[in-house]
């Protein structure tokens, strides 16, 4: 197998390199990189080949693979012959042995070394992805592929500092005493990340101190963070977070925060609210009295229009670095405000079960992302979504029979992605849908599509999580002309009524210097345009009268904030969460319906005939 190139480490960190050294060195490792990507890339079928054969005989006596009858056998076609396609719920017999404590070689020979938690936001349920010790190297492995491929399309990013905002969550124990937390609590807080972060990576020199990002507080950790990347505001490049919206939270927090945050610039104090002593140590090694950038951050967050405050603050930044695709991609909006219309870049693609690849081409728009599996990071399979039966999670042989190789998917084709991975999950369903954009050498590189199973039902309709954001992207432009934007949104199936109906909670802002009333008629049409835009079942449901008419409630602003807080408050993870785009949990539905400030229904049935819309009518 091509070898991984190794991390840049200064071998003696208590040696500064001088500008030449460093960036010879630098060079040489993005050089080493790109070809390990290229040779990777170039070898797709034997390394994925090499990767089942070698995932199989380090597990060879694992029950799980004895229970399925493999029997030692480390070739494709048996593996595919005897080991079916699972879900978590599958697993989960399993999963729950090891957490409460058996130690036994169940589902692979190495010990799991904790459990990594699923994004609470994601498909709604909480769960345990088993991992061991080597999976912290192969994340690290792909964290380090990054920046060289950046670096083609911006240079000089090792001369700077980034400012990301990235947080942890408190950790659990299982019943067996195993660690359970989410993939980004682990890795910020395992010996790869800081070893990174304190061994002169020029690529991880991030304005955040260690102890900013490691304290639980989100408050604290924010505030902290915030002030640093303030104060070394001449020294950003990039900044960014994991998703969009905790990039955007981030600026909303400055919007009500920046007072306090320019009188300790100004003083070289920290707020007296930040009260962990490692964060103030931290703050306080990098923060002196700065009068003269304390009265410009102050003009700039004093001024009417914060667009394009992100430049204004950080001057030298090239791009944002956040994801934006699926249903991210709503803020995309917001970020062209705040950034001037910044590249907002989406590095790699990464779940808790597994971390799969990397955007080649980093600079492309955000509707053009994909992301090129790394052979070596797990064994890939992908079920055409054209033959998948229904929306059960169970496949039957029939289909496990379609599963296709990294190598023969068909470009345009969408997929659903199975997994075999070194930490013990077998021809699982990760649950994500992508399509196939096109192939860098034998490798494909995919467009997220969506996650599957997110859906609103009512009655035989069933609408996912791309065709609803589509359609409210639809019926939300019918506010622009109002000089109002809808920030966020959710939905959720109310079966009070008969019949039953959607109902989708809408948090909007309004330009400042616009201040016309939107008429209940514009709403109205909203509710109309999102429902013909939705699928021919729903409409036909509604002109049946089987569903009833789709109602809009808006909420007051803040709301999503309190719905995050909520979640956060429930175990979810900062880094992980993402607005639910359905919400059927009682206490969330209760909480959206405390906030609203009015409601609308759609006046009349959408528009629907007989047949598919592309095919031709016949009088």
């Known amino acids: 197998m091509p070898e991984a190139p190794n991390h840049y480490l200064n071998s003696n960190p208590n040696v500064e390199l001088d500008d030449v ?47 399925h009858g493999l029997d030692g056998c480390t070739d494709r076609d048996t593996f595919k012959k005897v080991m079916p396609v699972v879900t978590y719920e599958d697993l989960k017999p399993d999963i729950d042995r090891i957490a409460n404590g058996d130690t036994s070689p169940i589902l692979c020979s190495k010990p799991i070394s904790e459990f990594l938690t699923s994004s609470g936001t994601s498909g709604g349920e909480r769960k345990l992805m088993p991992t061991i010790e080597d999976e912290l190297e192969r994340r690290s492995l792909l964290y380090s592929l990054l920046m060289p491929v950046m670096d083609q399309f911006v240079p000089g990013l090792d001369k700077g500092k980034g400012m990301y905002f990235l947080f942890i969550k408190s950790e659990a124990k299982t019943p067996g005493g195993l660690l359970a937390r989410p993939v980004l609590t682990s890795y910020y807080k395992s ?9 002169h990576d020029p690529y991880t020199n991030y304005t955040s101190p260690i102890d900013t990002i490691l304290c639980l507080d989100s408050y604290q950790s924010m505030y902290s963070q915030l002030l640093c990347g303030l104060y070394q505001n001449d020294q950003v490049l990039r900044v960014g977070a994991v998703f969009a919206s905790g990039f955007i939270r981030a600026i909303k927090f400055l919007e009500k925060h920046w007072a306090c945050l320019c009188n300790d610039i100004r003083t070289g104090t920290i707020n007296t609210e930040i009260t962990e002593t490692s964060v103030r140590e931290a703050v306080m090694k990098i923060l002196k009295p700065n009068p003269k950038l304390a009265d410009f951050i102050e003009a700039e967050c004093k001024k009417e229009s914060w667009k394009g405050i992100i430049t204004r603050l950080w001057p030298n930044t090239k791009y944002v670095d956040v994801i934006v695709t699926g249903t991210m991609s709503q803020y995309i909006p917001i970020l062209d405000y705040y950034s001037n219309g910044l590249p907002l870049v989406c590095t790699m693609y990464a779940s808790s079960e597994c971390y799969f690849g990397l955007n080649l081409n980093p600079l492309c728009e955000p509707s053009e992302v994909s992301y090129t599996l790394i052979p070596t990071m797990a064994y890939f399979e992908f079920l055409p979504v054209n033959k998948i039966c229904g929306h059960t999670n169970s496949v039957s042989n029939t289909e496990q029979e ?38 860098k050498n034998k490798a494909p590189h995919f467009t997220f599509v969506c996650r599957k199973n997110v859906v609103l039902s009512i009655d035989s309709d069933k609408t996912d999580e791309v065709e609803l954001q589509n359609a409210v992207k639809n019926g939300a432009n019918n506010l622009l002309q109002y000089g109002a934007s809808l920030t966020e949104y959710t939905s959720c199936v109310d079966t009070s009524t008969i019949p039953g109906h959607y109902v989708l909670y809408w948090e909007i802002s ?11 008629s514009v709403f109205e049409d909203c509710c109309f345009e999102v429902e013909g835009s939705l699928n021919s079942v729903y409409r036909q449901g509604r002109v049946s009268e089987s569903i009833g008419p789709l109602e809009i409630k808006i909420v007051e602003n803040g709301t999503f904030d309190k719905l995050m807080d909520f979640a956060l408050s429930q175990g979810a ?44 009518t016949l009088d």
Request: hydrophobic share 35%; aromatic share 8%; glycine share 4%.
């Open 21 to 67: 050294s460093n960036t010879i060195i630098v060079k040489d490792n993005n050089k080493k990189a790109l070809q390990y990507i290229e040779d990777v890339t170039s070898n797709a079928d034997e390394i994925q080949e090499r990767v089942l054969a070698e995932i199989l005989s380090t597990s060879a006596q694992a029950e799980y693979l004895q229970r």
């Open 191 to 199: 010996s790869h990340f800081k070893d990174k972060t304190h061994g």
């Open 402 to 439: 379609h599963l296709v190789d990294l190598v023969d998917v068909e470009l345009g084709h969408e997929y659903e992605l199975v997994v075999t991975t070194y930490a013990g999950l077998y021809r699982y369903r990760v649950g994500d849908i992508l399509r196939v954009a096109g192939f």
């Open 510 to 520: 309004t330009n400042e210097e616009e201040q016309t009333p939107i008429p209940a």
């Open 573 to 616: 993870s900062i880094n992980q969460y993402k607005t639910p785009r359905c919400v059927k949990h009682a206490p969330i539905i209760e909480l959206l319906n405390s906030k609203v400030v009015s409601n609308y229904f759609s006046p009349k049935c959408p528009q629907w005939a007989p047949g598919h819309k592309k095919w031709c």
